[in-house]
C-alpha cells in the first residue's frame, strides 16, 4: 500500500512523497522505513527526528516539524488505528460448524457464522450472520450473539443474555452467572443464607469489548444492561442489575457491585470501585484505586488513592491518620487560644 | 399458584384477597399484578402506595402499610427469596453422562447425576447424587463432588479437593490450583526461586456458593478449608492455607492472602484485602477496599478506606499525607508554647 | 528414604540419626515421626521442642537447638522445598495426544509431551519435549511451548505467543489477549471508540509460573516480555507492552497497566497496582494494595495503603483527609503567629 492509498481512504492531506510503499504500522521509535507511525502525544514529539519510519501521521499543528512523507489529519491517533486496521485485518474464520462443537436441534446459527471445536450451543439461541464462536466457549439455551460478534475462546454466555454487532469477548469472560444475592435467615437456630434466584438477563449493546476472564453478573429479577461501543478490560467484575452506558471505559481489575448506574463516556481507572446502589454521571473520570462511596453527579475526574512513599515514610506519618481528629482539634484549640 | 399457596408453604398471615393469583416474583417498581414483591427495606417504603404488584411480602409492623393482598411475616426478604425460588425453581438436568465426556474408569459418577459435553472426570473421581457437571469441567483425580452439587460450566477442580453438598460453582472457577510458594535461593550466582509443591487440598463444605472466575489454591501441606454455607463472589482469591468459617460472605474482587483464617458470619466488602497469617474473628465486617494488615480480635465494622474527592481537592489536601508527622510534631510544638 | 539420602542428594550436615526413616515433610506442628519438617523462621523456634517431627532441616545457627535427627544446611527454607520436591515429584503423564484432541496438521508435537483431551492446537504451533498441555487448554497459531513446560487445564495462549521452558501456567490464565488500545474519535455527531489492533505478542521466559485465572495482554505493536524465573500468582492482570525483569514476584490481584517496566527482583504486594508508562527498579518491593503512581527508581519498600480502623474511628478521622490543606495552613499560622 502507498501512502496516497491512505490518503484516499482516509482522508487528510498527504504532504511529501505521496508514493512511499507501505507494509505496516510501528512505533515512533521502532518503525522501519516501510512503516508508518503517528505523533499524538507530543511527549514523543523529540523523536521524531530521529524515526527511522517511512512517514508519519501527525495533527495539523505538526504539519512542518518533519521531512517524512506525512498524514495530516485532525485526530491522528483515531486515524493511527485506522491505518493500523487496514494492516492488520481481523482473522478470518471460514465459515462453517466444526464437527466438535455441539449445537441443539433448536439453535439458530447463521450460515456465514463460523462455530469452532468443543463449541456447546443450547436450545433455542441464536447465532448472527458472520459472527465466530471460538473454541471452547459454553453458549446457554436462548443467547442470542449478534452479526459479526467474535468471541474468542472459553468464553461462557448463561441462558437468555444477549450480546449485540460486532463485539469481541476474550476468553475466559462469563456473562450472565448469578448476582451475589442471599437473603439472611439466622432466626431458626443456626440458620444459612437463602438464596434469591437471579432471573434477569444480562444485555450488552453493539460494539462492546469484553476483556479476558472478565465477568458480568445477570440481573436479580430486572436485567443488568451495558451499552453500546463500551470497552472493559480484563479481570472487570460488574454485578448484578448495573447499568452502563454507551462509550463507557473501564479499565482492569475495577469492581462495580449491583444496581449501579454508571453514565455514557465515563472512564473508570484501574482497580477502582463502585458501592452498590449509587449513580455516576457522564464524563466523569474516576482514577486509578478509586473507591466511588456516593453517587457523582458532575462531570470531571475524581480520586481517592493513597499517595505512594517510602515504607519508613508511610510508617511515620500514616500512624497519625488514626488521630487526624485529635490533631484537627488541637488545631482550633491552638489557634482559638491565641 | 394463590396467595394462599405461599402462605400454607411459608407461614405468616395471608391479608386481604388470598385468591389473588400469582405467576412470580418482581421488584416494587417493576412488578405487575400478578406478581408478588417485597418490602425490606424502609427506603422503598414510599414505592409502596404506587406499585402495581399483585402481591407483597411485608414484616409484621407494616401489616397495615397497604391494601394490597400480602403476606405478613417475621423475615420478608428471606420469605421473598423463597418465594422467588418457588417461582423460578434451578434448571433441571436430564441425569446421565454426555456421550462427548470422558470419564475415567475408576472414577464413580451417581446414576443420578447429570454430567455434560467436553467434560474430563479424573480416576478415583466421586461425583454425588444428583449432581450437576456443566459443559466443559475439568474433575482431576479422586476430587469429591457433593450430593445435588452444580458445578455450572468450564469450572476445573484439581486432584484430590472437595466441595460438599448442595453447593454452587460458577463458570470459570478453579479450585485447587498451586499456592503461591516459592523459597528464595539466590546465593549460588544468580539462583532463584524453588518451588515448593503444594500437596494439601481444598476442602469445602455444605451449601457453599463459589462465584465465576474466583480461585481457591490448595494447601502447601495442610489443606485449605471452607465452611459450610460460604457465599464466594466472582474474582475473588483464597490463598493456600487459608481457613473459612461457616456462613462467611466474601464479596467481588476481594484478595485473602496465604494462611489467614476468616471466622463465622464474616462480611468482607468488595475489593478487600487480607494480609497472610491473620485471624478475623466471627461477625467482623471488611468494608469495601480496605486491607486488614493485622489480626480482627472484636465484632464489629473496619475500615480503612480513601475518601472519594474531586481530583483538584485530592491534590491540594492529599499530598500533605507525606507529612503528617511533621505537621503532628508542629501541633505539638504549637501547643506547648503557649 | 533416609535422613543420610537427603544429606547425599542436597549437601550439608546430617546431625543425629542418620538412618532415620522419611516418607514425607510436614509443618513443624503438624509432622509426625516420619516425616521431616523445617526451621526457617525464627518465630516457629519454640514450636520446635513440643514438634513430633522425625527430623528436621535447620540452619547452622540452631544446629544444636533441637536433638532431633537433623540437616544443617545455609538456606534451610530452600532445602524443605527440595526435599518437599523429592517426596513430592510432579505427575507423570504418558506421552502422546489424547483422541480428544484436535491438532492442526501443521503443529509441530514432541513425541514426548503429553496433549490431554479437549485440546486445541493450531497452524504452527510448537509443543516442546516433554511439556504438558491439559484438558481443555486453546493453543493458537505459531504459539511457541518449551519444553516440559505444564499449561495444567483450560489455559488459552492467543496467536504467536510464546512460553519457555519449565514453566506452569494454571487453569484459567489467558495469555496474548487483545490489550487494552481504542483512539477516541467522538468529532463526527457521536462518534466512538477507534479499536488499535494488537499485533505485538506475549514473549515468556524459562521457569516462569503464571497462577489461575491471570492474564498477561498481548503487545499493540511491539512485545510484552516476562523474564525468567518470574512467578506470577493467581487473578493477575499484565497489560500491553509491559516488560517483567527475571526473578520477579507478583503477587495475587495485582493490575499492571500498559507499557510499565518492571526490574528484576521486584516483589509485588497483593493488590497493588502500577499505573501505565512508569518503570519500577530492580529489587524494590512495593507492599500490599499500594498504587505505583510514578516510577521507583531506588531498591528498597514502598508502601501506600490506609491503616486498618474500627468504623466509628474512621469516621471521625479520615473526614480530616479531605481538609488536610486547610488544617497545614492552620497549622502554620498558629506557628507563624507565635
Redo the contacts between chains.
Keep these: 500500500m502507498y501512502m496516497r492509498d491512505l490518503q484516499k481512504i482516509l482522508g487528510g492531506d498527504a504532504v511529501g512523497e505521496v508514493n512511499q510503499p507501505l507494509t505496516g504500522?510501528?512505533?515512533i521509535r521502532?518503525a522501519t522505513s516501510t512503516q508508518i507511525t503517528f505523533l499524538a502525544n507530543q511527549r514523543y514529539r523529540s523523536d521524531l527526528s530521529s524515526s527511522r519510519a517511512g512517514a508519519v501521521i501527525v495533527g495539523n499543528a505538526d504539519r512542518d516539524l518533519t521531512p517524512l512523507p506525512r498524514l495530516v489529519v485532525?485526530?491522528p491517533?483515531?486515524c493511527?488505528?485506522?491505518v493500523?486496521?487496514l494492516?492488520?485485518p481481523?482473522?478470518l474464520y471460514a465459515s462453517g460448524v466444526h464437527p466438535?462443537a455441539?449445537i441443539h436441534a433448536d439453535a439458530q446459527v447463521a450460515e456465514s457464522a463460523s462455530v469452532?471445536?468443543?463449541v456447546?450451543i443450547g436450545r433455542g439461541a441464536v447465532i448472527g450472520e458472520g459472527a465466530r464462536i471460538?473454541?471452547?466457549c459454553?453458549i446457554g439455551d436462548d443467547v442470542w450473539v449478534g452479526a459479526h460478534t467474535c468471541l474468542?475462546?472459553?468464553v461462557?454466555i448463561?441462558?437468555r443474555c444477549t450480546i449485540g454487532a460486532r463485539g469481541?469477548v476474550?476468553?475466559?469472560a462469563?456473562i450472565g452467572?448469578?448476582g451475589?444475592?442471599?437473603?439472611?435467615?439466622?432466626?431458626a437456630g443456626?440458620g444459612?443464607?437463602?438464596?434469591?434466584?437471579q432471573?434477569g438477563r444480562v444485555v450488552i449493546g453493539d460494539?462492546c469489548?469484553i476483556?479476558?476472564?472478565?465477568?458480568i453478573?445477570r440481573g436479580a429479577?430486572?436485567d443488568t444492561v451495558v451499552g453500546?461501543?463500551v470497552?472493559i478490560?480484563?479481570?472487570?467484575?460488574v454485578?448484578h442489575n448495573c447499568v452502563i452506558g454507551?462509550?463507557t471505559?473501564i479499565?482492569?481489575?475495577v469492581?462495580i457491585?449491583g444496581t449501579s448506574t454508571i453514565g455514557r463516556?465515563v472512564m473508570m481507572g484501574?482497580?477502582s470501585?463502585v458501592?452498590g446502589h449509587l449513580e455516576i454521571c457522564d464524563d466523569a473520570?474516576v482514577?486509578?484505586?478509586?473507591?466511588?462511596?456516593?453517587s457523582?453527579t458532575e462531570p470531571?475526574?475524581?480520586?481517592?488513592?493513597?499517595?505512594?512513599?517510602?515504607?519508613g515514610?508511610?510508617?511515620?506519618?500514616?500512624?497519625?491518620?488514626?488521630?487526624?481528629?485529635a490533631?484537627?482539634d488541637?488545631?482550633?484549640?491552638?489557634?482559638g487560644?491565641?
Tied chains: 1, 2, 3.
Design positions: 504500522v510501528g512505533t521502532s485532525a485526530n491517533y483515531a493511527f488505528a485506522r493500523a486496521q494492516f492488520n481481523p482473522a466438535a455441539i469452532a471445536e468443543y456447546s471460538g473454541p471452547g459454553i474468542v475462546a472459553r461462557t448463561y441462558a469481541i476474550h476468553a475466559g462469563v452467572a448469578d451475589f444475592g442471599f437473603a439472611p435467615d439466622f432466626s443456626d444459612g443464607w437463602v438464596k434469591i434466584p432471573v460494539d469489548e476483556g479476558a476472564n472478565t465477568s453478573d429479577i430486572d453500546n461501543d470497552k478490560d480484563n479481570q472487570v467484575q454485578g454507551d462509550h471505559i479499565s482492569g481489575c469492581g457491585a463516556r484501574g482497580g470501585g458501592i473520570i482514577s486509578a484505586m478509586t473507591l466511588v462511596t456516593k457523582i470531571g475526574m475524581y480520586t481517592g488513592s493513597m499517595p505512594l512513599m517510602k515504607h515514610d508511610w510508617l511515620r506519618n500514616v500512624v497519625h491518620v488514626r488521630r487526624l481528629g490533631l484537627a488541637a488545631i482550633k484549640n491552638a489557634a487560644s491565641k
